[in-house]
């Protein structure tokens, strides 16, 4: 109900002679409650205190006792205004204060968890917008000092001049609900059977049988040992982490069907997720394949580089990635350049990314065209390593120390012209795709590999450890959660 301004003051109004009252339902009564006219409400006895001077705090002597537990919140239900006041004013200065009620209630949760209900509080505001007076008229808790916080505060509370004068008296509930944070609902994978093993280099949760967690930690253990001592240094702070899935169904019940694997942080460590695949375990050099061992040298190679350099640019972390992942060992070599079936249909398909696009964004922006940013920035990184015979490495090196100083995104140009000794990015562009052309597309694999000479690692040992599924749980809430963004 809406009680509209007169336009003309009366010249004589006394609260005696004539009384203007508007009923005002804030939230969720829908009845007038105003009493009838002539019947004034009976003053409630209570105990009370004067405070700041000309403020009236009273509150019940006794109220009910209920218990409830938990972190609580205080929310507005309903409240009713007897005088000349518009709702939305008044509902509009409550709201301010709100938080100051809710301190109230949660510094009283500090003792007594078992805590919640409805305190309906009843103020009257003086001609000038001030608190008169602050009353506790009913109470749910049991709780005097949240009654005498919540009225201090009131007393305090300013409101706009009620309309012709007079007093205005505020009805006004404040219901208290604990807040009980919902239960995360269950995952489709059960994280309680994934057991712990360690290798030199590895952590790994599985709940594949034991002789295909020893084939593939055997696999990344020699992989790692080839690129740490060729490519990509490693800090031996801490080792690897794998969650390695038996079933491929099971971890695209967490990601997208077109995920393979992914590298996540989960309580501040790096950590690998994949599945076994079974049968797909031979070494090269048959790279146009996607197999287990491609995407955890994939992921690997990211989680190397996070640790070396954590503030690495997309285009680098993905080109390296990319370039590292179908490494494969023989007769006492490791052997790296071969790209992988996507790549290689990504640069047969059409012309690479244009380099202000890859250097400027994520390869999560270019959804669209995200096997062109892979094909990309694996193209600039396999010109470094394998391009013009190996000559180009010192390309790399430079590189490498430019990122080290921490470049801001928007001089990754300038790094890369630098690079390539001042050539414009649209000639260094020109040679990416020209290289594409002739030396990855046109020609036998071999002319684009590259050999390092390696020492054989020999039987890795994998022990059985101590397993942790609180940790494999939060992991595959991360990747459900990003439902496999990298």
Not at 315 to 338: D, K, M, P, Q
């Amino acid at each position: 109900m809406h009680v509209r301004k007169p336009k003309h003051r009366p010249s004589i109004l006394t609260a005696s002679r004539h009384r203007i009252c508007a009923c005002v339902i804030l939230v969720l009564t829908s009845a007038c409650l105003a009493r009838p006219k002539g019947q004034p409400a009976k003053p409630q006895r209570v105990r009370g205190e004067v405070i700041n001077g000309d403020c009236y705090l009273g509150f019940v002597p006794d109220p009910p006792e209920n218990a409830d537990g938990g972190q609580g919140d205080a929310d507005v239900s309903d409240a009713m205004a007897a005088g000349a006041l518009d709702k939305d004013d008044i509902l509009q200065r409550v709201k301010s204060h709100v938080h100051e009620v809710k301190q109230c209630y949660e510094d009283a949760l500090k003792q007594d968890l078992d805590l919640s209900g409805r305190e309906v509080f009843r103020w009257t505001i003086g001609p000038r917008g001030s608190v008169l007076s602050s009353r506790l008229i009913s109470s749910e808790m049991n709780a005097p000092e949240v009654a005498t916080c919540i009225g201090r505060h009131i007393c305090d509370w300013r409101f706009p001049e009620p309309w012709f004068g007079g007093n205005v008296v505020i009805t006004y509930p404040f219901v208290f609900n604990p807040y009980r944070p919902a239960a995360p609902a269950a995952l489709p994978v059960n994280h309680t059977l994934f057991k712990g093993y360690r290798s030199p280099h590895m952590l790994v949760h599985s709940d594949a049988h034991q002789d295909a967690v020893h084939e593939v930690t055997q696999r990344l253990e020699e992989l790692y040992a080839a690129i740490t001592s060729t490519i990509l240094a490693a800090k031996d702070d801490f080792p690897l982490e794998l969650i390695l899935f038996a079933s491929e169904r099971d971890f695209h019940k967490l990601s997208p069907n077109s995920l393979q694997g992914i590298f996540i942080q989960v309580r501040n460590r790096g950590v690998m997720m994949m599945f076994y695949r079974e049968g797909s375990n031979e070494w090269g050099p048959a790279g146009l394949r996607s197999d287990y061992v491609q995407v955890a040298v994939h992921e690997m190679a990211h989680r190397l580089l996070d640790d070396v350099m954590p503030h690495a640019p997309s285009w680098f972390h993905e080109g390296l990635a990319s370039f590292l992942e179908t490494a494969f060992i023989r007769e006492g070599h490791v052997w790296y350049g071969l790209p992988s079936a996507s790549i290689m249909a990504a640069l047969q398909k059409g012309p690479i990314l244009p380099l202000p696009d890859l250097l400027s964004t994520t390869v999560d922006k270019h959804s669209w065209t995200k096997a062109r940013y892979y094909a990309t920035a694996w193209l600039l990184l396999n010109y470094f390593m394998v391009g013009n015979g190996g000559r180009e490495v010192s390309r790399y090196r430079h590189l490498w120390q430019r990122l080290q100083e921490k470049p801001e995104r928007s001089n990754w140009a300038d790094v890369l012209i630098d690079v390539f000794d001042g050539k414009p990015l649209a000639v260094i562009e020109a040679e990416l795709q020209n290289y594409a052309d002739v030396m990855i597309v046109g020609r036998s694999r071999a002319a684009r590999l590259r050999q390092m000479p390696i020492t054989a690692v020999g039987e890795v040992p994998v022990r059985e450890r101590e397993a942790d599924p609180e940790f494999v749980e939060e992991a595959c809430r991360v990747l459900q959660a990003n439902q496999g963004v990298h």
